[in-house]
């Protein structure tokens, strides 16, 4: 299977650039999407095809990266960002996740 | 507006079954493809299968096959997961997902659903 891999945690501070990365044990073409899950809430899709912003999803959210290496930004940070952040591939067979981000404020 | 509502927590015994359903309301069903999932606190996330409402066609992670099943009832349009032989390791939080298959990716997702299992 496709491994995942994600900084456990980061913290900033309100009205920073931020960055969360997810590396792929194998290409992933531009499979690859972003999900934000709030503590007792289901994941809520940001970004698929390693690019394109969701519906209603604030721009301040972008991603970018294609076959390895994958970028979440959020510029700038807001108090609301407060959550995990996971990367999903579905260009191998299984979908698989990475383990999560967890994003704090400072 | 695009919703899917899953049925309530479910206490097992140690080798039971438990079936959990995913009424969906908002878009049209019969031509949609719905996704389950596991996730376990970590918190990691695995993909279970799909099922596509239009057949009843199935895709099924290799580590979930024997374990889950996945049907539709399409005059209802909900989606349901059956689990079998239920151990300790099955004890997690299910969401059920609509999958876009463009990308396959999962832009509707249930509230989900806590199972555990306990004698």
């Known amino acids: 299977d496709t491994v995942l891999t994600q900084s456990p945690a980061l913290a900033v501070s309100p009205g920073e650039r931020v960055t969360i990365s997810c590396r792929a044990s194998e290409s992933v073409s531009t499979g690859m999407h972003w999900y934000q899950q709030k503590p007792g809430q289901q994941p809520k899709l940001l970004i698929y095809?390693?690019?394109n912003l969701e519906s209603g999803v604030p721009a301040r959210f972008s991603g970018s990266g294609s076959g390895t290496d994958f970028t979440l930004t959020i510029d700038p940070v807001e108090a609301d960002d407060t959550a995990t952040y996971f990367c999903q591939q579905s260009w191998n067979d299984p979908y698989t996740f990475g383990a999560g981000t967890k994003l704090e404020l400072k | 507006q695009v919703k899917l509502l899953q049925s309530g927590a479910e206490l097992v015994k140690p080798g039971a079954s438990v079936k959990l359903s995913c009424k969906t309301s908002g878009f049209t069903f019969s031509t949609s493809y719905m996704s389950w999932l596991k996730q376990v606190p970590g918190p990691s996330i695995e993909w279970i299968g799909w099922?596509?409402?239009?057949?009843?066609?199935?895709n099924y992670n290799q580590k979930f096959k024997g374990k889950a099943t996945l049907t539709v009832d399409k005059s209802s349009s909900t989606a349901y997961m059956d689990l079998s032989s239920l151990t300790s390791e099955d004890a997690a939080v299910y969401f059920c997902a609509r999958l876009i298959s463009s990308y396959d990716y999962f832009d509707y997702w249930g509230q989900g659903v806590m199972v555990t299992v306990s004698s």
């Open positions: 095809g390693a690019s």
């Open positions: 099922i596509y409402a239009g057949d009843g066609g199935t």
